[in-house]
């Protein structure tokens, strides 16, 4: 069965930094591109960022351009975000999610449960 | 960047008919969107992509159609399970979401 699990959410204040990570099973990992996928309360879900299958081309958000960076340890099967300078409209569930092919985002096959990330003082 | 709007932003209907539900894309994506089913507390669903390709496990009373700029999203025979709510995603050039429809008893 294919698998995502987020990990690495957390209560942070603004202007501090976080790293989330997702680790996949069930799949051929490094033959997808990945994706995070945010949800704010009470809003609706937006694109964040992506990387393809190998790791070679990453995708992002001009509304977090510059604070986050994707990456991918293909030996671990693991996609991480990490997000600088952080404030409080970054604050969502934050999911992984699973290309259904291996370059550019989309469509998003499988989704991971979420981590929730706070921004508050 | 391409602005995916949804309509109606809310739907009420009752178990047994039928809701149509519309995504307008800003340009020419062709085929590419897909539609997703997100219901609280968990995680979002592909239902549709290539704008009318049921993804695995869906059940044929989701069917979407359009290409270009119009897209639909039908769900026949509305069933309990179906109230959520409903979000088209363009990744015909990058990818956006529409802001969801909800899908109301």
């Known amino acids: 069965e294919v698998h995502l699990l987020e990990s690495g959410g957390g209560l942070v204040q603004p202007g501090e930094s976080l790293r989330l990570s997702c680790v996949g099973s069930?799949?051929?990992?490094?033959?997808?591109?990945m994706s995070w996928v945010r949800q704010a309360p009470g809003k609706g879900l937006e694109w964040v960022s992506a990387i393809t299958g190998g790791g070679l081309s990453t995708y992002t958000a001009d509304s977090v351009n510059g604070r986050v960076t994707i990456s991918r340890d293909n030996s671990k099967n693991t996609l991480f975000l990490q997000m600088n300078s952080l404030r409080a409209e970054d604050t969502a569930i934050y999911y992984c999610?699973?290309?259904?092919?291996?370059?550019?985002?989309?469509?998003?096959?499988?989704w991971g449960q979420g981590t929730m990330v706070t921004v508050s003082s | 960047e391409i602005v995916v709007t949804q309509s109606p932003a809310t739907l009420s209907v009752s178990p047994g008919e039928t809701a149509t539900l519309s995504c307008r894309a800003s340009q020419n994506i062709g085929p590419s969107l897909a539609w997703y089913q997100h219901k609280p507390g968990q995680a979002p669903r592909l239902l549709i992509y290539?704008?009318?390709t049921r993804a695995t496990s869906v059940p044929a009373r989701f069917s979407g159609s359009g290409s270009g700029t119009e897209f639909t999203l039908t769900i026949s025979s509305l069933q309990s399970e179906d109230f959520a709510v409903y979000y088209c995603?363009?990744?015909?050039?990058?990818?956006?979401f529409g802001q969801g429809t909800r899908l109301d008893i």
């Open positions: 069930g799949f051929n990992f490094q033959n997808y591109g």
């Open positions: 995603q363009q990744y015909g050039i990058w990818t956006t």
């Open positions: 290539g704008a009318s």
């Open positions: 999610v699973k290309d259904m092919y291996s370059g550019s985002p989309g469509p998003f096959e499988i």
